[in-house]
């Protein structure tokens, strides 16, 4: 899987760059061109690595911050539409952070009959910018349609239509949030 993983990515290099790497780097294994790659990074590029780092240190008082925000009692339920299922989750949004924000993303996961592993998986995306931001100490109750019109497939497979209300449970965990400051973190 790595081996197919690495074929994949030098076949999207472009053919100039893979010349200067085979001049730089005659027979050299993919390790041995990634490890010279890196050094040659490192080397050249101390103060620009030390500056985004030093920028990833000042974010982390934001990013802790912006952790205190959460989604609870998240449902699901199986809506009709004209082009069939259509899954929908809601969740209630709570801001007890100190940042109004704007938007935030969210991994959903559905279990079904106890299983371990989700069943479906997909990213959801609230936004607050119609209601001027999601102020700290406030919250909402989001509404997320999974996939586009016809809803995603995954959520929508016989199993999970069959499974009926009482076997699901389902997870919202938080993604990258964006604060109304504009400042966009990974929690």
Same mark, same amino acid.
């Given at each position: 899987?790595?081996?197919?993983?690495?074929r994949l990515f030098f076949s999207r290099i472009p053919?100039?760059?893979?010349e200067k790497l085979n001049q730089t780097y005659p027979n050299a294994s993919v390790r041995q061109v990634v490890r010279g790659q890196v050094k040659h990074i490192r080397d050249s590029n101390p103060k620009e690595i030390e500056a985004l780092r030093q920028e990833a240190n000042d974010q982390l008082p934001t990013i802790a911050?912006?952790?205190?925000v959460s989604a609870v009692?998240?449902?699901? !339920?199986?809506? @009709?539409?004209?082009?069939? $299922?259509?899954?929908?989750?809601?969740? !209630?949004?709570? @801001?007890?952070?100190?940042? $109004?924000l704007s938007e935030a993303s969210w991994n959903a996961a559905l279990y079904i009959n106890g299983d371990v592993q989700p069943v479906a998986t997909s990213k959801v995306r609230s936004d607050f910018r119609s209601i001027e931001g999601l102020k700290p100490e406030h919250h909402v109750t989001a509404r997320f349609t999974v996939g586009f019109v016809k809803g995603d497939k995954a959520w929508t497979t016989l199993a999970i239509r069959q499974a009926g209300s009482?076997?699901?449970?389902?997870t919202l965990t938080r993604r990258p949030i964006q604060a109304m400051r504009s400042v966009h973190v990974k929690a």
């Open positions: 899987m790595v081996l197919e993983t690495i053919a100039d760059l893979l911050e912006l952790k205190r009692d998240p449902e699901f !339920r199986m809506e @009709n539409s004209f082009f069939g $299922p259509k899954p929908v989750i809601t969740a !209630r949004i709570i @801001n007890r952070s100190t940042l $109004p009482p076997p699901f449970s389902r």
